[in-house]
């Protein structure tokens, strides 16, 4: 298998994790307990690297949205719940933990589902974020990298569920899809 052209090595993504769980155990130093909302599937990865750089007292969750099938074949803002959390978050400080942020459409979603729950606070952390693609503005709290609009793939990102499990982020040219 051909492997994609790196756009962040392991080394530059483990040290830009490193600086968002500074900031994370920094604005949540008075919290008692913070909950982690990763989004199924491509967050696993980043959230357990981002979880176990963690100082602070916290708890993982996950949720599952419907994704792209691939980039044209669906509408972005057909965003559907596939799998909720297990616990209510009412009255608890929740960060959502998403992969990459495209048109917004998906993080726009969730802050409204979730924040339809009444949690104490709600925050977002997202790895990647394609400013060129926005169609829904959503506060963006912490944020690992800025990247233009091209199809990343490995650390969690897959392309028809390939590439998931590379090490590093890879720019996926359109002769490999
Ligand atoms: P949004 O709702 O912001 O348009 O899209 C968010 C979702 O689209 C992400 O969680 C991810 O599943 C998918 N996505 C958007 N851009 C990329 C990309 O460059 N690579 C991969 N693997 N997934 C992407």
Partial sequence: M???PTLFSEEEIASQ???LATEIDEAYADADLLVLIGVLKGSFIFLADLARK???PHRVEFIAV???GTRESETADSVRLLMDVRHPVVGEHVLLVEDIVDTGHTLAY???LLGARNPASLKTCTL???PDRTEEEVELDFLGFTIPDVWVVGYGLDYAERYRTLPYIGELPPEMR
């Fill in 17 to 19: 994790v490193t600086v």
């Fill in 66 to 68: 419907s994704s792209y």
């Fill in 2 to 4: 051909n492997t994609p």
């Fill in 110 to 112: 969730l802050k409204r």
């Fill in 128 to 130: 990647l974020h394609k």
């Fill in 54 to 56: 963690l100082t602070i």
